[in-house]
């Protein structure tokens, strides 16, 4: 189904090749897992599968022959692979062509010219699963990350190729979210499907790969079949930088007041009955930081005429790593926009018992975006790093962030022509430097391997100065077991929409495959 003889691939400028002299053959109907430590070539070699390479990256060197269902993807037309191939990128919001679900799901049929009876019977067919957790007329661009996600393999699945291409699909999935991506996964290999899905979160494919392919600098270092892979130990994953087993750690969530939140205490030291509820109706808690801690009261959110946030009262200490968490779409990116002073609410945020406007905590907040590349404007990796200490006070050494993230030797390259991995810990690295005294750190491990992820762990916790509020969000329990003290939890969206009276939603936006 899939023969690449050969395959090297340099992109201009780069002084290395990211692919080199790969021969890989996936037979009609396997599940096969890309991994591999960020930047080793996953994302570059689905790019060569579904032809973006080098029709629509035609700056490079490619060599050697890549052949998809009987198909040469160098001379196919797109609209030829597209009817073959449907794929995900790491950031499905990018290949989005509409405004809704419905749209979208019919989009690719539309093009290939499906029949409008088909068209409408598949939207319905796609749809139903859907409608419980995004609602049958969702705007793409007010469901989450991991929303989106869904919607994505969905969309990328409805004109019925025969090859799925997966670029992180769990990366910003909540535990029940990946689940239903497994299931998802599960069915369309027992229809047949031929599947490969570049990832670092692992555990959920163990029953579902038919093999595994770890790429190291472009080439293929290791193969295993399905059975050699789920009889691999997790100190041999480690050797080779991919992620094992889960050790959590059992975090007690903040005690918060409101209809969108869940409640509970300290992980670490966990304190007395009613210190945490002292904390969040405004007492002076242990560990404040000198009056710095941060709080919302009577927070409250609506978009698109929906309540999507409600947050009675919650504090969040300084000096401490508050993990922020909740299924897809329960709201956690729109409290971090509402925190950063990028969206507009009801009810106050208040930081040492002062209240904060808008433009207050937009100068004191520095944010990790899901979607990293809009948060990259300089042409270097050093000119980056300058740019965000530029826009703040004095903030970590630049060059010791970089050197602890791995990125000191690309300081010379462009950002945009880093791994998805590299990029995220870039900006991350730009969050230290900029020296604020809110960070709000949305899924930063996306994309990111074993090691790095490690590396990311220890700034979000230097990030936690004594006189800094760091919010985390994310879904990986792995970076929730390294970096975080305690955590919030937001309430489950309402069946059949993007939130609830007393759940949450979020505006972002989304994407699909390559026609």
């Known amino acids: 189904m899939i023969r690449l003889k050969g395959v090297s691939w340099t992109y201009a400028h ?3 090749p990211s692919l080199r002299g790969v021969d890989l053959h996936i037979r009609p109907g396997e599940v096969v897992a890309l991994c591999g430590a960020s930047g080793c070539g996953k994302s570059t070699l689905l790019r060569v599968m579904n032809g973006l390479i080098p029709h629509f990256h035609i700056d490079g060197a490619l060599t050697g022959t890549v052949e998809v269902d009987g198909l040469d993807t160098t001379r196919a037309e797109l609209d030829e692979l597209g009817l073959v191939i449907g794929a995900v990128l790491q950031h ?11 749209e979208e799901l019919a989009f690719a049929m539309e093009n290939f010219g499906f029949p409008p009876a088909e068209i409408r019977a598949r939207v319905a067919d796609l749809g139903g699963p859907l409608a419980a957790v995004v609602g049958p007329r969702a705007r793409l661009r007010q469901l989450s ?7 994505a393999i969905a969309a990328a699945t409805a004109h019925r190729p025969r090859v799925l291409l997966l ?10 979210a990946v689940r239903r991506l497994a299931g998802t996964v599960a069915s369309l290999r027992e229809a047949g499907l031929t599947m490969v899905l570049a990832e670092h979160r692992l555990r959920y494919l163990r029953d579902l790969v038919d093999r595994v392919v770890v790429l190291r600098d472009g080439a293929i270092d290791v193969e295993w079949s399905g059975a050699q892979f789920r009889a691999v130990s997790d100190a041999a994953l480690e050797r080779l930088g991919l992620r094992g087993e889960v050790r959590p750690v059992a975090l007690a969530p903040i005690t918060a007041v409101g209809a969108s939140v869940d409640a509970g205490a300290d992980a670490r030291e966990p304190a007395p009955a009613g210190d945490a ?9 242990s560990g404040d930081a000198g009056g710095a801690d941060l709080e919302l009261v009577g927070v409250r959110c609506r978009l698109g005429g929906r309540l999507v946030l409600d947050v009675e009262r919650a504090r969040f200490e300084a000096g401490r790593v508050t993990a922020v968490r909740g299924p897809n779409g329960a709201g956690k990116t729109t409290l971090a926009r509402i925190v950063a002073g990028l969206q507009r609410c009801a009810g106050q945020v208040r930081r040492g018992g002062r209240v904060l406007g808008r433009r207050q905590r937009q100068r004191l907040t520095a944010v990790v975006m899901q979607d990293v590349q809009r948060q990259l404007f300089a042409d270097t990796v050093e000119g980056e790093i300058e740019l965000a200490g530029a826009r703040g006070p004095a903030g970590s050494d630049a060059r010791s962030v970089l050197a602890a993230l791995d990125l000191l030797d690309l300081a010379e390259r462009h950002p945009l022509s880093l791994s998805g991995g590299q990029q995220q810990r870039l900006v991350v690295a730009a969050a230290r430097v900029a020296g604020r005294r809110i960070v709000i750190f949305d899924e930063p491990s996306s994309g990111v391997d074993r090691r790095h992820l490690r590396s990311i762990a220890d700034q979000i916790r230097q990030a936690a100065a004594p006189a800094n509020t760091v919010l985390l969000i994310s879904h990986d329990d792995d970076l929730i077991a390294l970096a975080a003290d305690r955590q919030l939890t937001l309430g489950p969206p309402r069946p059949g929409g993007i939130g609830r009276p007393d759940g949450i939603g979020r505006p972002d936006g989304i994407g699909r495959q390559n026609r």
């Not at 990350?145 to 919607?151: D, H, S, T, W």
Request: hydrophobic fraction near 35%.
């Open 92 to 102: 499905p919001r990018r290949q989005f062509f509409t405004d809704s679900v419905p």
């Open 14 to 16: 780069a002084s290395q």
């Open 167 to 176: 670029d992180e699909p769990s990366s910003n999935l909540s535990a029940d």
């Open 145 to 151: 990350g991991g929303l989106q996600q869904q919607v």
């Open 277 to 285: 509820a002292f904390a969040v109706t405004g007492g002076a808690a």
